[in-house]
């Protein structure tokens, strides 16, 4: 168990919708990630937060956005849902943002998007 | 763009042989490098990670990295595999001062009997 809880873990849900992921991450860490692993794309970066700002953007689509609260804990938005949006999307955190410290990844949140 | 090449998207060996997973990465300058495991239906977990301090890093669960700067690679070995070493493993490179990871394409592990 990494210490980091992400929820729901799976969600099936239909094209043209939201969805929202949650991500808690570990006691003390301020820093947070989002990554979605795809078949046709691999594990890819999407966005990081640091202590509530936006600190990195990946290849994250503009239907999709992100937040980090006071509280750490962070949602990722994903709108106009399409099928290509089918993936398994990660949260990850770490104590600070720009050092080589150990990333410790959720266990994920599997959409599928029909 | 720094980018990393995991060369052989399937790798089977035998229980009791030697496992080597192999990763090459782009960079101009050196960059923190680092292996994870995904075991089936479960989150990515770190294996080891090269900061520059060693260039021979050892992880957990038997396995060990080099950093080989003259051939860019950062290949993965464990002198023994397990049945229990079955898994998907992920080459990564963290460019500079940023925190996000660049994974490669992944190798699936597969220890036969």
Redesign the interface.
Known sequence: D?G?TQTPKHLITATGQRVTLRCSPRSGDL?V?W?QQSLDQ????LI?Y?NGEE??K?NILERFSAQQFPDLHSELNLSSLELGDSALY?C?S?ET??S?G???????TRLTVL | AQSVTQLGSHVSVSEGALVLLRCNYSSSVPPYLFWYVQYPNQGLQLLLKYTSAATLVKGINGFEAEFKKSETSFHLTKPSAHMSDAAEYFCAVRPGNTGKLIFGQGTTLQVKP
């Open positions: 990494s980091v820093s990630y990554y691999g594990l890819q970066f990081q640091y600190r990195a990946g990660f990850a770490s943002s720009g080589p150990e990333q410790f990844f959720g266990p994920g």
